[in-house]
Each structure stands twice: as structure tokens, then as C-alpha cells.
């Protein structure tokens, strides 16, 4: 997370304003692509224009990789980092994999139109509050084209994930 402050989720918001996932994995992707060793990590954006959360903001969200990730254990992440051009309104939003940034996105690209769950944490003066976590073995989400629940692999009743440690902080200057 970002170094002086942590924006974006609290307890009564959730991911109302931005969700960061940092790994997920579609079966339904997975599928129809040639390349079966990837991950996706995604941005949904509330957009103030359209008033609609927006989903798969970036334009990278999957990361081709060259090794199967389920046979070690890997550092997945999302840094969080005041914009230098604009710090108390806009963003930029890094994933890393095993320390290696992935993909960035930029609110400051976008205008105004992504960056309330900055705006709104500095005038409610939460800029320095708690982001909400969730590890979650979900299958499903109301999104269309996601592939889920009524396509889904049957083989995917039992999915394990080991997890070593989380572990969220705001980096010193």
C-alpha cells in the first residue's frame, strides 16, 4: 500500500468506490485460451459520470506467466500510490507478482472520473484509514460473461488456495 496514506475501502463502503483483486481466476477464460498459466488481477472502478461501478478498468488484467503458479508459493500484490502530479485527487495503482509490477493504471488518465474513493477519504479525512480485506473463495458474481454459477466446472466444487500470510501496511518515506 501506498507510503502516508490508504484510501478506498472502509467498512461501510466495501468496494463500492474501487475493488483491487489481485488474483482471481475465470474457468470459463480458461477455457477458450491457449495459454492455461495465467492470472488475472482487475480494477472495478466507480465511474461518478455514469454512476456505475465499472469493472475490468485496466486494460491488462491478464498476466501471462511462464510456470505454473499452484506449485509454490508466490507474493501477489497491489500498491497503491499517490499521484506526484496530484496527490490528494488522484492515484496510481500497481499489481505485482512475485515482486514484479504487472500492470499500473493511472486515475489521473481518466480525469475526475475514477478517483472519488480518494476525493471523498480525504474530506471525510479517512485517507489514513484501514482498507477492507477479503480473501474469498467465491465462485459466481452477477457480472454477465463471467461464466458463473450456470456454466461452471463441476471439478471446481473442491478449490484449495494455501495462504502463507497477508499482510497490508503503509509504506514510510
Keep these: 500500500m501506498a507510503y502516508g496514506w490508504r484510501y478506498g475501502f472502509d467498512i461501510i463502503r466495501g468496494a463500492s468506490k474501487a475493488e483491487l483483486d489481485i488474483l482471481e481466476i475465470f474457468y470459463k477464460h480458461y ?17 461518478s459520470e455514469t454512476q456505475k461501478t465499472h469493472i475490468n478498468q485496466n486494460k491488462n488484467p491478464f498476466t501471462i506467466l511462464n510456470f505454473n503458479p499452484s506449485e509454490d508459493y508466490h ?18 495503482i500497481s499489481f505485482l507478482l512475485d515482486r514484479e509490477i504487472t500492470d499500473t493504471w493511472k486515475t489521473i488518465d481518466y480525469g ?15 485517507e489514513n484509514t484501514t482498507w477492507d480485506v477479503a480473501i474469498t473463495g467465491q465462485i459466481g458474481g452477477s457480472n454477465a460473461g463471467v461464466g458463473y454459477p450456470e456454466d ?16 497490508v501496511f503503509v509504506r514510510q518515506k
Excluded: C
Design 31 to 47: 477455457q477458450t485460451t491457449p495459454n492455461k498459466l495465467q492470472i488475472n488481477q482487475t480494477l472495478h472502478m466507480f465511474n
Design 75 to 92: 507474493v501477489y500484490g497491489v500498491q497503491v500510490d499517490p499521484d506526484p502530479n496530484d496527490p490528494k485527487r488522484h492515484a496510481i
Design 112 to 126: 475526475d472520473r475514477y478517483n472519488s474513493f480518494i476525493t471523498e477519504a480525504f474530506e471525510e479525512g479517512i
Design 152 to 167: 461452471h466446472n463441476p471439478d471446481l466444487q473442491n478449490v484449495t488456495m494455501d495462504i502463507d500470510w497477508l499482510r
